[in-house]
T-cell receptor, first 114, second 111 residues
Framework: DTGVSQDPRHKITKRGQNVTFRCDPISEHNRLYWYRQTLGQGPEFLTYFQNEAQLEKSRLLSDRFSAERPKGSFSTLEIQRTEQGDSAMYLC????????????FGPGTRLTVT | SQKIEQNSEALNIQEGKTATLTCNYTNYSPAYLQWYRQDPGRGPVFLLLIRENEKEKRKERLKVTFDTTLKQSLFHITASQPADSATYLCALDPRARQLTFGSGTQLTVLP
């Protein structure tokens, strides 16, 4: 068990560019979550997968955001046409199923949009 | 609207004392309440989970209480150490699918 990994750890991009982040969950975990965290705040839920099915999306997830989890393994989060307001830490977490659903977080990807 | 409040943004205590952190919530009926620790630049780390029908949970120097009538959880660290310095996050789990986090309390344990 190597824990949840995320790649890249840091990403600097110019406004208007597209970015994609990857998350590799703990191998036996069926549930995968994406959160966004800004300075001084707790993580905010973005979306959740049960195996390959995306079961819930937050209203924070605008049309510019898309997430996938092909084959129920790793997941990607893509942001199109980035804006400065997208600058944040993007966290991935996984949990086993059935519950009680404590979540195991990765180290995050720090996005800076210039 | 749903709201989670954690006590004062920063808490400083002396080494060896007990740190008590508070999490209050409104307009939730959580099935579970969880506490996480977060160090700067890193993802949160799970510490404890308490169910709605449990009053108290302990793990080593950590203790969590959960009062669904008061809509409050208290998180205690006994015999605190400088290594306990971190931000502590309270998270509610109303539907066992997503977590809703408070903004955290930054704890500093002074040697």
């Amino acid at each position: 068990d190597t824990g949840v990994s995320q790649d890249p750890r840091h990403k600097i991009t110019k406004r208007g560019q597209n970015v994609t982040f990857r998350c590799d969950p703990i191998s036996e975990h069926n549930r995968l979550y994406w959160y966004r965290q800004t300075l001084g705040q707790g993580p905010e839920f973005l979306t959740y997968f049960q195996n390959e099915a995306q079961l819930e999306k937050s209203r924070l997830l605008s049309d510019r955001f898309s997430a996938e989890r092909p084959k129920g393994s790793f997941s990607t989060l893509e942001i199109q046409r980035t804006e400065q307001g997208d600058s944040a830490m993007y966290l991935c977490a996984s949990s086993p199923d059935p519950g009680p659903y404590e979540q195991y977080f990765g180290p995050g990807t720090r996005l800076t949009v210039t | 609207s749903q709201k989670i409040e954690q006590n004062s943004e920063a808490l400083n205590i002396q080494e060896g004392k007990t740190a008590t952190l508070t999490c209050n919530y409104t307009n939730y009926s959580p099935a579970y309440l969880q506490w996480y620790r977060q160090d700067p630049g890193r993802g949160p780390v799970f510490l404890l989970l308490i169910r709605e029908n449990e009053k108290e949970k302990r793990k080593e120097r950590l203790k969590v209480t959960f009062d669904t009538t008061l809509k409050q959880s208290l998180f205690h660290i006994t015999a605190s150490q400088p290594a306990d310095s971190a931000t502590y996050l309270c998270a509610l789990d109303p539907r066992a699918r997503q977590l809703t986090f408070g903004s955290g309390t930054q704890l500093t344990v002074l040697p």
